[in-house]
């Protein structure tokens, strides 16, 4: 099953993102640093992004976007439940 529904939000850690070693997000990394910049949203824990972002992205990995998303929950950057996450920080 797919990490993330159709139609739910695709929503980045941004730490997480951003301090992965692994060369395969650079572009995802650089991209959301994109976003943020654009609406500056620079202290935010975590992003949420467009589906079309997503299939831009997919594109540059020539991947599909399903793919894309299975990758970046296995490198643990998807954030599947906003609310969860926030409420295990707190811990
Ligand atoms: P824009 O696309 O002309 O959007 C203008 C404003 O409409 C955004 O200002 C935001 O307040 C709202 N907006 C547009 N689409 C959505 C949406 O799907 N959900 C929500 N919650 N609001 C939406 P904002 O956030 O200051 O962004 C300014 C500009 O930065 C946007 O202008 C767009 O050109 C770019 N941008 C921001 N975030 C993204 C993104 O996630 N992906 C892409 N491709 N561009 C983005
Ligand atoms: P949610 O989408 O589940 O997001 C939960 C919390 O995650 C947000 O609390 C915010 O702290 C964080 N968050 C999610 N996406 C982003 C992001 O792109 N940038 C940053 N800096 N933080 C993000 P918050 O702001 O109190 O919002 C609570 C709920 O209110 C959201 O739950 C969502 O359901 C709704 N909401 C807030 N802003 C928007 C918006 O622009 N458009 C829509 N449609 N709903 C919004
Ligand atoms: P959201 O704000 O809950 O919006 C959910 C979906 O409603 C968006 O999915 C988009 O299909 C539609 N939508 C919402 N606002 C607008 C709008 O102003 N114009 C148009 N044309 N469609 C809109 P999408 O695009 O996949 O975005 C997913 C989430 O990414 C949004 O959830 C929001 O949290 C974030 N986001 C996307 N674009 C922007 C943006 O420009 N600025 C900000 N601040 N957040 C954005």
């Known amino acids: 099953p797919l990490p993330v ?3 739910s ?8 993102l ?3 070693s692994s060369p395969e997000l650079t572009h995802v ?3 959301a640093r994109g976003i943020q910049q ?6 935010g824990r975590i992003l949420s992004i467009r589906a079309d972002d997503l ?4 594109i540059i990995y020539d991947t599909t976007p399903s793919s894309l998303l299975e990758k970046l929950s296995e490198l643990g950057v998807l954030i599947s439940d906003p ?3 926030f409420a295990e920080l707190k811990d």
Do not use: S
Not at 38 to 43: A, E, I, L, V
């Open 5 to 7: 529904e159709p139609g």
């Open 9 to 16: 939000k695709l929503t980045l850690d941004l730490a997480a």
């Open 18 to 20: 951003y301090d992965h």
């Open 29 to 31: 990394a650089r991209y």
């Open 38 to 43: 654009r609406r500056g949203d620079y202290n």
């Open 55 to 58: 299939a831009a992205l997919a």
């Open 83 to 85: 609310a969860k996450f």
